[in-house]
């Protein structure tokens, strides 16, 4: 046997399947660590009776930060280390929006934590409506900046800017304000404010982040979420002009969102086994073994061996997951989500969140579970 066969025999292997994780209300709710979640993720870092390591990623509709605070966050929540290359943000996918607007508006968050996050996705002009407020305080007559929030701000002249886009990047701090002013600037003329267009399709282009109606928090009852901020925009827009609002959704369950999942996950992936590799020292050594291993760890059969190269970082091929387990706790976003798109992968719905399991789901997913780790246990066990 050679030493690269019996190293994988003696070391954890990595799994053909794969995970995906929605965060509140399957890791979190509100701020705390649903308990379950820490022990579930140990079993998919090797810790158990198969000594498999599985590959995950977290998609989250939720937002506000940039990935690496939110990173940061998890992995000390979680006592485990999450990289950025594992979690997808609802605004995340915007970041293919930079060469496509210069002036945008971002709006929702705490304070300019947005205007930062836009910008580190390389967005030239970002603006956020509290700079709107400053800039003419009448603009919302009911509410006065605090100092705090004039402290954030950026002075700019709106009467001279026009905005091609509005972005709403996470869940809206204050909705009558920033009601009033998305309203304004979708019945502008080109996106400058004070401006009224006479056929109401001037405005600039409006993309949401999510369309979450609702969401779990560390309240008793869900909360209302991005999506019923676009639902109260919508009626106001149609009161006003008698169109339908016309937006742009990121997040779960659309496909775009998919598309950018299936390449995150692929590249974890891939990642995952190259680290392995290394692991296993196995520069001097023959690594014939390792590529059939790791697509079917029962495979003993050296004639399935494809040689790899030396370099495994530039030239490991790996066949999509077998099966990704994706595990949500909204059925209108994760189930459809995951039913939607791509049949390998298996939706299971956990009772820690929005859908507490006293009706059948809108969206029926494969398997039930009632938290995160009742789920893991339910899919190892499932593949072995
Ligand atoms: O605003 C966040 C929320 O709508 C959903 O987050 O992690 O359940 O997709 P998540
Ligand atoms: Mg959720």
Known sequence: VPRVRKSLMDHERIASYAFAFDIDGVILRGPDIIPEARLALRMLNGHNKYNIRVPYIFITNGGGRSEKARCKDLSQKLGITVTEDQVIQGHTPMKDL???????????????????????????????????????????????????????????????????AILVFADSRNWAADQQIILELLLSKNGVMGTVSETAEE?????????????????????????????????????????????????????????????????????????????????????????????????????????????????????PASTVYFVGDTPESDIRFANSHDSSWYSILVKTGVYQGKTAPKYTPKKICEDVLDAVKFAIEREH
């Not at 300019?112 to 996050?117: A, M, P, W």
């Not at 779960?252 to 296993?280: C, M």
């Open 203 to 319: 405005g600039p282009g409006l993309y949401f982040a999510h369309s979450d109606f609702v969401w779990a928090t560390d309240y008793g009852l869900s909360r209302y979420g991005m999506g019923a901020l676009q639902v109260s925009i919508a009626a106001l827009y149609q009161e006003h002009t008698g169109k339908e609002l016309q937006v742009t959704r990121f997040g779960k369950p659309q496909r775009g969102t998919f598309r950018f999942a299936e390449k995150v996950l692929s590249n974890w992936r891939r990642e995952t086994l190259t680290e392995h590799v290394e692991q296993l020292n196995l520069e001097d050594e023959p690594v014939e073994s390792v590529a059939s291993e790791t697509e079917s760890e029962e495979d003993d059969d050296a004639s399935n061996s494809q040689p790899l190269e030396k370099d495994t970082k530039l030239t490991l091929e790996l066949p």
């Open 98 to 164: 930079v060469n496509v607007y210069t002036n945008v508006l971002v709006v929702g968050g705490v304070g300019d934590t947005c205007r930062k996050v836009a910008q580190g996705y390389g967005f030239k002009n970002v603006y956020i409506p509290l700079d709107i407020m400053k800039w003419k305080p009448s603009v919302t007559p009911y509410y006065t900046l605090s100092e705090e929030e004039k402290a954030v701000c950026v002075d700019a002249d709106f009467s001279r800017i026009s905005i091609d």
